[in-house]
């Protein structure tokens, strides 16, 4: 019988099936809820490690995105064509937040030209 709270676990994050599955055959059974949880935060720490180095390459790529918006006399067509256009739009939805405010302006204008 699985804990209610490694069952909680289990349901909301499947991916962490196959670390539960080890923790079981290394305990002969049940490893019980304390051990999962501590494997969990092994679990969440790996991801953070590999989130890390994608945020920081996100906010380069953005950041320099960015400077193009605001500083070259190619903007729109760089920016606002090659760039913004072709992001899917629900990654323009989540990048929005990430954009500086030349970028996010061209977002805006962008949306305002896709309404008429």
Do not use: K
């Amino acid at each position: 019988m699985i804990d209610d709270d490694v069952q909680t676990i289990l349901d909301a994050v499947p991916e962490f099936a196959d670390c539960y599955l080890d923790l079981v055959e290394a305990a002969d059974g049940d490893p019980g809820a304390a051990m999962v949880f501590g494997e969990l935060a092994w679990y969440v720490s790996d991801l953070t490690a590999s989130v890390e180095p994608c945020r920081c390459l996100l906010q380069r790529c953005l950041a320099a995105v960015e400077t193009v918006a605001h500083a070259s006399a190619d903007a729109q067509e760089l920016v606002g064509g090659a760039f913004l256009d072709n992001l899917p739009p629900a990654d323009l939805r989540s990048l929005m937040p990430w954009f500086g405010p030349h970028t996010a302006a061209m977002v805006e204008a962008g949306d305002e030209d896709r309404c008429r």
